[in-house]
Nanobody, 115 residues
Framework: QVQLVESGGGSVQVGGSLRLSCTAS????????VMWYRQTPGKEREWVAV???????NDADFVKGRFTVFRDNEKNTVYLEMNNLEPEDTCIYYC?????????WGQGTHVTISS
């Protein structure tokens, strides 16, 4: 019922920045919390950040001071602004939102940090 799409990934050098976007097929992001996760092959998927319906934010310790999650309800979009990127940030980034007691995930966008 809900399809999420991430975009904005790419390849940047250490210390660079990227802005990831998450948009939905329906107008659901404006009325639900949205989380960002990331996963590196062979590792568990990690929670990165969350923005609540009203805009309240929180993020994981390993990205504090570098990443910011925010929403634009008019565009039905949630963003993840990533700054001062490190090689350890290389992975696939996913967005997720709950709706009607289910969780919906996007297909992910790739982020590669090179030295």
């Amino acid at each position: 019922q809900v399809q999420l799409v991430e975009s904005g990934g790419g390849s940047v050098q250490v210390g660079g920045s990227l802005r990831l976007s998450c948009t939905a097929s329906r107008m659901v992001l404006s009325v639900n919390g949205v989380m960002w996760y990331r996963q590196t092959p062979g590792k568990e998927r990690e929670w990165v950040a969350v923005v609540a319906r009203g805009g309240a934010r929180n993020d994981a310790d390993f990205v504090k001071g570098r990443f910011t999650v925010f929403r634009d309800n008019e565009k039905n979009t949630v963003y993840l602004e990533m700054n001062n990127l490190e090689p350890e940030d290389t992975c696939i980034y996913y967005c997720k939102t709950p709706n009607r007691n289910r969780s919906y995930w996007g297909q992910g966008t790739h982020v590669t940090i090179s030295s």
